[in-house]
């Protein structure tokens, strides 16, 4: 199986500044790792991925990385908006022997962004 | 435009009175998925369907059914609810090839009394 955590419920930012988000993972087998986005009333919804042979993935103003040495996963935010507050969900990717592809979720970050 | 819809989007009945939750993708995803999110615990996997006639439980499957007879449509039932089932559902829909990259309902708050 695999267990997601995050390791704090509530992170409050400079609207301007840096945001680092992080996560932690228990099996080392999985195959991908991922980040979503939920605002207010809203499902959640993908930001970006990063493979398990991969480090570090940047997309637009996000940067994930990757230590699979210490099971650890963080998503970087850069100039953080207010547009950018939400709870965030770290989720792995577990490709199963019994041919079930199981996505679990960690228990969320939520990212509050001040004027 | 691209979407996953559920049906309803609150909903509170009683104890044993049986419900259906209705999902449907425009996408013409082979995979669905519904999740429960509860505080503190994140999402977890209740069912999912590769594709149709083809479904499976997830982590926490007690209580709930599902089916697939179409691809666009995956109806979550709960033929008896309990209090412990009030929750927020989502359902989920994405390509087999891209599991990772889910698309998501706005989801369905459930009070069960």
């Known amino acids: 199986g695999e267990s997601v955590g995050l390791h704090l419920p509530t992170l409050s930012v400079q609207e301007g500044d840096n945001s680092i988000i992080n996560c932690a993972y228990s099996?080392?087998?999985?195959?991908?790792f991922i980040w979503y986005k939920q605002e207010s009333g809203k499902g959640p919804q993908f930001i970006i991925d990063?493979?398990?042979?991969?480090d570090k993935r940047q997309g637009q103003r996000v940067t994930v990385l990757l230590n699979k040495t210490v099971k650890h996963l963080s998503l970087q935010i850069a100039a953080t908006q207010p547009g950018d507050s939400a709870v965030y969900f770290c989720?792995?990717?577990?490709?199963?022997?019994?041919?079930?592809?199981?996505?679990?979720f960690g228990s969320g970050t939520r990212l509050q962004v001040q004027p | 435009e691209a979407q996953v819809t559920q049906n309803p989007r609150y909903l509170i009945t009683v104890t044993g009175k049986k419900l259906t939750v209705t999902c449907s993708q425009n996408?013409?995803?082979?995979?669905m998925s519904w999740y429960r999110q509860d505080p503190g615990l994140g999402l977890r996997q209740i069912y999912y369907?590769?594709?149709?006639?083809?479904?499976d439980k997830g982590d926490v499957p007690e209580g709930y059914k599902v089916s697939r007879k179409e691809k666009r449509n995956f109806p979550l039932i709960l033929e008896s609810p309990s209090p412990n089932q009030t929750s927020l559902y989502f359902c989920?829909?994405?390509?087999?090839?891209?599991?990772?990259?889910?698309?998501f309902g706005a989801g369905t708050r459930l009070s069960v009394l």
């Open positions: 989920a829909s994405s390509q087999t090839r891209n599991i990772n990259i889910q698309y």
């Open positions: 099996n080392s087998a999985s195959d991908y």
């Open positions: 990063i493979r398990s042979n991969m």
């Open positions: 989720a792995v990717l577990l490709f199963m022997d019994t041919g079930r592809r199981a996505l679990t």
């Open positions: 996408m013409n995803h082979e995979y």
């Open positions: 369907s590769m594709n149709v006639e083809v479904t």
